[in-house]
């Protein structure tokens, strides 16, 4: 059974950092395309940022680029998302979900629907 855990959300004030975790049990990130994704209330889902199974390529939403990094540890089984200088609206439920990779250097940023596996979530809250 694929699953996907969310971890490290949490309340900062803006210009902090937080680091996501999401880690898989079932199967192994190798060969799996990895998104993070975040929901504001009354807002759709929208793309943060993707990472290829190689490891080899990310991309970023324009309006984290710069502040945000995602990072993967096979080894671990793990996806990393650190966020540094956040701002309040960077509040958020954030997801990570994963997808069967084609090719190694494939990464998606903005197509929920291209994702099978999603975790439940965790949240982070941006305010002083």
């Known amino acids: 059974q694929l699953q996907l855990v969310e971890s490290g959300g949490g309340l900062v004030q803006p210009g902090g950092s937080l680091r996501l975790s999401c880690a898989a049990s079932?199967?192994?990130?190798?060969?799996?395309?990895i998104s993070w994704f975040r929901q504001a209330p009354g807002k759709e889902r929208e793309g943060v940022s993707c990472i290829s199974s190689s490891g080899g390529r990310t991309s970023y939403a324009d309006s984290v680029k710069g502040r945000f990094t995602i990072s993967r540890d096979n080894a671990k089984n793990t996806v990393y998302l650190q966020m540094n200088s956040l701002k309040p609206e960077d509040t958020a439920v954030y997801y990570c979900a994963a997808a069967r990779a084609p090719l190694p250097g494939l990464c998606v940023l903005s197509q929920p629907t291209y994702f099978g596996s999603w975790g439940q979530g965790t949240q982070v809250t941006v305010s002083s």
């Open positions: 079932g199967f192994t990130l190798d060969h799996y395309v």
